[in-house]
Nanobody, 115 residues
């Protein structure tokens, strides 16, 4: 069974920074992508950033230039450096792992940006 554990969420002031971490464990084979999603109250879950096998990455327009996703393949980990945070970034952030035959979610970590 694959397990994803996120950490690094918290409360930060407008304009501040946070770094989220997600560590995968279990029987993992051939990871195609790891990424971050978020869900704000009353809104649908949306993709924030994704890092693909081979090194490519993609970002939601709302976070381009502010957030940076990175992976440590040796540790099956993915990170999200979030800078210039605004109250609109307040949400539960979820890690997702996509392997060749399945996908897995973490339990989520709360990010709250105060104005």
């Amino acid at each position: 069974q694959v397990r994803l554990v996120e950490s690094g969420g918290g409360v930060v002031q407008n304009g501040g920074s946070l770094r989220l971490s997600c560590l995968a464990s279990g029987s993992i084979s051939d990871i195609n992508a790891m990424g971050w999603y978020r869900q704000a109250p009353g809104k649908e879950r949306e993709v924030v950033a994704a890092a693909f096998k081979g090194g490519a990455s993609e970002y939601a327009d709302s976070v381009k230039g502010r957030f940076t996703i990175s992976r440590n393949n040796a540790k099956d980990a993915v990170y999200l450096q979030m800078n210039s945070l605004t109250p609109e970034d307040t949400a539960i952030y979820y890690c997702k792992l996509i392997s060749w035959n399945n996908s897995y979610w973490g339990q989520g970590t709360q990010v709250t940006v105060s104005s």
